[in-house]
């Protein structure tokens, strides 16, 4: 709905920053994990991990509303 689009930024501000950075570069600029990992000095596999956690964060955090 529209109140979940517009609390997202609210949502993505609760993300620790790299953890958005990678949500982002994924999801907005369509990098894969191993171009967010290279870009934040970051394995692969903690590329995926961050990008997972942060959609779990986040579809768990608007389901509160």
Do not use: H, Y
Not at 3 to 9: E, F, G, K, Q, S
Not at 18 to 43: D, F, H, P, V, Y
């Amino acid at each position: 709905t529209q109140a979940r689009v517009r609390r997202t930024p609210t949502g993505l501000d609760r993300l620790d920053p790299q953890t958005r950075r990678c949500l982002l570069a994924k999801r907005i600029e369509g990098l894969t994990a191993a171009q967010i990992a290279q870009r934040e000095n970051l394995s692969v596999a903690a590329a995926e991990k961050r990008v997972a956690r942060a959609l779990l964060f986040l579809t768990q955090w608007m389901g509160e509303s």
